[in-house]
């Protein structure tokens, strides 16, 4: 049996669910399993920190589905000052946070056979494992690339730095191989799915026989797109499901039904149940990955349902109708395009246990390596 650690800004034991709590589950079927979730603070906190929840659970170990978990909480955290010249100060941040870290991680760290890193926050400790455990494989679980999210420039110098130290690049797009400095330990391992868990019969938890179009999520939520849509379609309900303080900025109005987060296997039945879905992207500089990275456009896909997009994610997706941000004109066509789509919805997506089975033995699987074009 093998010794798994995950490193991440998330925690295992959040309500939502992300790449990094379907992978984890599959590591505990094989070996034993720890999560460490850093970088929450009272900053992280001030700031909307998706983890306020479990506040009280923090800074101590906690079993949930044979996992260990640990949510490291401080008074503060290393971040990124967008000041160059204060590049020394950021640069201290990091290393103080990361010296003094906690008799926990250094355990765990010591004691892993493999050491999951995602990218985020979490990057910087790349060199920290490879110092402290020199036989313990290392996994980057790039989930977004670090410039994208706009990493502190410590973290990216950082995560150059000890590159060589990775043993195996998870990559869920293509796309994300530019932003490496090579592609020689990368693969391709794409957000998967647990088909028994989303095949399971779920009753409708909408009432009444009007067409829904859903949303679940939060990740670059535009709360724009419903001021404008719901207006245009009185007869169709818009559900909006784990925005967070992003749903703020949606007007009340009698078709638009807003919920709180709610646990991942909860939202199946509104994706089962659903007319069209919605990712109601922002369109800041979106990357281009995210047309392979969304889960809700896959999730959707799975389901048979139809989706409304910005242009940016349809990526020659048929059962995609792209509109552009803000404008009434294309989201009205995108909404009456998918609403009329009659066309089966299907998509290809590996379940979570074959992608752990190529990310842990990437040598088993040389048709989804990856090389960087000179």
Request: aromatic residues 10%; glycine residues 6%.
């Amino acid at each position: 049996m093998e010794n798994f650690l995950f490193l991440s800004v998330h925690d295992f034991r959040s309500r939502r669910k992300t790449c990094v709590h379907f992978m984890t589950e599959e590591l505990a079927k094989r070996g034993r399993t720890r999560f460490y979730s850093v970088g929450m603070s009272r900053l992280s906190e001030h700031r909307g920190d998706t983890r306020m929840d479990l506040v009280d659970r923090a800074n101590h170990v906690e079993i949930i589905d044979g996992v260990e978990c640990y949510l490291q909480r401080n008074l503060w955290h290393p971040f990124r000052l967008k000041n160059r010249k204060l590049r020394f100060a950021e640069e201290g941040m990091f290393q103080i946070y990361t010296r003094l870290m906690t008799p926990v991680l250094r355990k765990w760290i010591r004691e892993a056979d493999q050491v999951f890193i995602e990218s985020g926050m979490a990057a910087v400790y790349i060199g920290v494992v490879k110092k402290l455990n020199p036989k313990a494989r290392i996994v980057y679980w790039a989930a977004d690339d670090l410039t994208t999210i706009g990493a502190a420039e410590t973290i990216q110098r950082s995560f150059i730095r000890n590159f060589e130290s990775i043993d195996t690049i998870r990559l869920p797009s293509r796309l994300l191989l530019e932003g490496m400095p090579h592609g020689k330990t990368a693969i391709l391992a794409p957000h998967g799915i647990n088909k028994a868990v989303m095949d399971t019969p779920r009753p409708s938890p909408m009432t009444g026989e009007r067409k829904t179009c859903v949303s679940v999520g939060s990740m670059l939520f535009d709360a724009s797109f419903f001021n404008i849509a719901a207006p245009l379609f009185p007869n169709l309900d818009f559900y909006v499901i784990g925005a967070g303080p992003a749903a703020s900025g949606v007007t009340k109005r009698q078709n638009i039904i807003i919920h709180d987060e709610m646990p991942f296997e909860e939202t199946l039945g509104w994706l089962a149940h659903m007319t069209i879905g919605v990712a109601p992207y922002r369109d800041n500089d979106t990357p281009a990955y995210l047309l392979d990275t969304s889960m809700k456009l896959r999730q959707f896909a799975y389901f048979g349902k139809p989706a409304v997009c910005p242009q940016f994610a349809v990526g020659g997706m048929p059962s995609r109708f792209g509109y552009k941000p803000g404008d009434p004109t294309s989201i009205k066509a995108a909404i009456t395009a998918a609403l009329l789509y009659k066309d089966p919805v299907s998509v290809d997506i590996p379940e979570w246990s074959e992608i752990a089975e190529r990310v842990l033995h990437p040598d088993q699987f040389p048709e989804w390596r990856l090389e960087k074009q000179s």
